[in-house]
């Protein structure tokens, strides 16, 4: 059984709570809950007057709620921050914290299909009750809108093959399973302890990648992340702080520039003077896990923590 130590072993956990700069009687938002591990961490030094929004879309994580007068758990897309603060009456948030990272349950779930490491239905939503899902994608998209979602998602230069050669399996044979889909694209497998293996270094890091692409299609992470970004630039109050982990260049890149600013592409506002006009000041260089943790937690060796306060 999954417990909230395993569900998810939290990345950067003190650098990130530390870049809070949290006061004890503020109010803070953790839209990423998961695990509950940087929820607790938040609430640990708050005081009694502090509050804390965690936000999760995931079933499973409601498991791992905190029983704690000042916490409030909001099963919903991160993505409607600034509806979800309105309706609790938050007029200002002074911080708010985002984990993006797939969570360790997720990977390990069998039945989830985030993974190649099991023969599993090609799901991959983090929201189970809604959405279209991986095998919806592979088995209704074009040839090209295929070919599109591998090379902007998970940057395959072989982007097009791969999408041809889906488009002709699926002509005779759905394909429904991670399995499915590794034996079309003709990936040998080793079996092991029920989980499939891929022997080849080079084709694991593709797999990688492809399943990434998929993901972030599935759950139209960037389009989300766009409206977690623009939500939190409007509900942090002056001297509050976005605290952001990212995993791969493309969420970084939206992440980078909102931080720079203000705006998620990067487009930035001048004076009259040619000063830069943005609502956040970049606080910090960009910390990444050391060697200690990257040992420890081996998901944790791309991330990147980004730390910014509202100045406007």
Same mark, same amino acid.
């Given at each position: 059984?999954?417990?909230?130590? +395993? ?10 709570? $530390? ?10 938002? $953790? ?18 007057? !502090?509050?804390? %929004? ?11 709620? =905190? ?19 309105? %309706?609790?009456?938050?007029?200002? #948030? ?16 069998? +039945?989830?299909?985030?993974?190649f490491r099991f023969d599993a239905p090609l799901d991959m939503r983090m929201n189970k009750r809604? !959405? ?20 902007? %998602? ?10 041809? +050669?889906? =488009? ?8 429904? &399973? ?39 299609? #599935? ?6 992340? &766009? ?19 990212? %995993? ?6 939206? #992440? ?8 998620? $592409? ?44 509202? #100045?406007?």
């Amino acid at each position: 059984m999954t417990t909230a130590e +395993t569900y998810h072993v939290p990345v950067l956990l003190q650098e990130s709570i $530390d870049g809070l700069a949290i006061q004890p009687g503020g109010v803070y938002v $953790d839209v990423t809950f998961g695990g509950g591990g940087h929820s607790r961490e938040i609430l640990r030094r708050l005081g009694p007057e !502090g509050r804390l %929004y965690s936000f999760d879309q995931d079933a499973d994580a409601e498991n791992n709620i =905190v029983d704690d007068d000042r916490f409030t758990f909001v099963r919903s897309n991160f993505r409607y921050v600034r509806q979800w603060m309105r %309706y609790y009456g938050v007029d200002r #948030v002074d911080g708010l914290l985002a984990d993006l990272g797939v969570s360790s349950h997720h990977f390990d779930d069998a +039945t989830r299909g985030f993974s190649f490491r099991f023969d599993a239905p090609l799901d991959m939503r983090m929201n189970k009750r809604a !959405g279209q899902t991986a095998a919806d994608i592979l088995n209704g998209y074009s040839e090209e809108q295929l070919a599109d979602v591998f090379y902007l %998602y998970g940057e395959l230069k072989n982007a097009r093959r791969i999408a041809k +050669t889906i =488009v002709t399996a699926r002509s005779e044979k759905t394909i429904a &399973t991670t399995g499915d889909l590794l034996s079309v694209l003709g990936i040998e497998t080793a079996q092991a302890d029920s989980q499939l293996s891929i022997v080849n270094s080079q084709l694991k890091k593709d797999m990688a990648r492809l399943f990434q692409a998929l993901r972030i299609e #599935v759950n139209r992470e960037m389009v989300v992340l &766009t409206d977690l970004l623009c939500g939190a630039r409007d509900v942090l109050g002056e001297g509050g702080r976005l605290v952001v982990i990212t %995993y791969h260049s493309l969420e970084d890149r939206l #992440v980078k520039n909102m931080m720079k600013s203000g705006s998620v $592409d990067g487009r930035v506002e001048q004076d009259f003077f040619g000063r830069v006009q943005s609502p956040f000041r970049p606080v910090g260089k960009v910390i990444v896990p050391d060697s200690d943790e990257q040992q420890r937690n081996p998901r944790s060796r791309s991330a990147k923590l980004r730390i910014a306060e509202r #100045v406007s």
